[in-house]
């Protein structure tokens, strides 16, 4: 009896570590990309108190950078039936590559959300539901690559959220001249109930796949991978560019992933 429960526990095993590794999957990214990228896993590091994530991948590496201080603020309506939210935060540093080259980012994530509250006008007696009305999220980041060249990117990442679950996204990149548009890349979907969904973006000007990130991986036991991709065609400063918008990217998810 001791034997069998120990060969059905065995094939059990056998079959929950196939189905979670069948899980494992990253994100689908361009065939460019795929055939010019290298594949880079990311390395978070540490992030002390008013600090940055100290993040790693291939040649690049924050040195510095601090995070301000998060405000909130809010306000109701006479009867208190709606009340308005707004939350912002920032943070900059600095990130370097083996070239010797370096980006200075500043960033700010600013949430506004609208809520409709029930009301209690008498004991036992309400009115209305507490309810979302809007939520928008505007995320800007300022790159520049070494200061003297006065050439200055930015990435603005908008999303908003409306009462009837629709919602829309405007997300992309410009010096003025150029335009890098980014997309969210859906899951794979093969994993069924045993994976967490792969998710991330795509940078893409006009018909060339510039870069990837894949800020959460799909699957389980810890085995969620943060993944970086540039086309090494690109010169130094244009992947430098893009690995400081990679990195703002980063900054912001792991900083949400963090809050309670």
């Known amino acids: 009896m001791i034997s069998y429960i ?28 795929e055939a010019n ?3 880079m896993i990311v390395k ?41 939210s707004k939350t912002t935060s920032k943070f900059y540093f600095v990130l370097t590559c083996r070239s010797g080259d370096s980006a200075k980012v500043n960033a700010a994530n ?22 979302l009305q809007q939520e928008s999220q505007n995320f800007t980041s300022f790159i520049t690559v070494n200061e003297d060249t006065g050439e200055v990117w930015i990435l603005l990442m908008h999303v908003s959220r409306f009462r009837d ?33 792969a ?13 990837a990130l894949q800020y959460q991986g799909a699957g389980t036991l810890g085995m969620n991978k943060m993944i970086a ?9 244009m992947k430098l560019v893009l690995a400081a918008s990679i990195t703002s990217v980063l900054e912001l998810k792991l ?3 963090a809050t309670p």
């Open 6 to 33: 120990h060969k059905f526990s065995f094939v059990l095993f056998l079959f929950f570590s196939s189905r979670i590794a069948e899980a494992q999957k990253n994100i689908t990214v361009g065939d460019s990309l």
């Open 37 to 39: 990228a290298d594949m």
């Open 44 to 84: 978070p590091g540490s992030q002390g108190f008013g600090k940055v994530w100290k993040i790693r991948f291939g040649e690049y590496e924050v040195v510095s950078g601090k995070k301000g201080w998060t405000t909130s603020s809010s306000s109701g309506s006479l009867f208190n039936d709606r009340s308005d």
């Open 110 to 131: 600013n949430v506004d959300v609208k809520v409709l509250r029930e009301l209690n006008w008498l004991h036992g007696f309400s009115w209305g539901n507490n309810e």
């Open 165 to 197: 679950q629709s919602g829309d996204y405007s997300f992309f990149m410009t010096n003025g001249t150029r335009k890098i548009f980014i997309s969210p890349v859906p899951d794979k979907k093969t994993g069924g109930s045993f994976s967490l969904n």
């Open 199 to 211: 998710e991330g973006y795509q940078f893409k000007e006009g018909s060339q796949y510039l870069s």
């Open 229 to 237: 991709w540039i086309d090494r065609r690109l010169d130094t400063k």
């Open 255 to 257: 900083s949400e992933q």
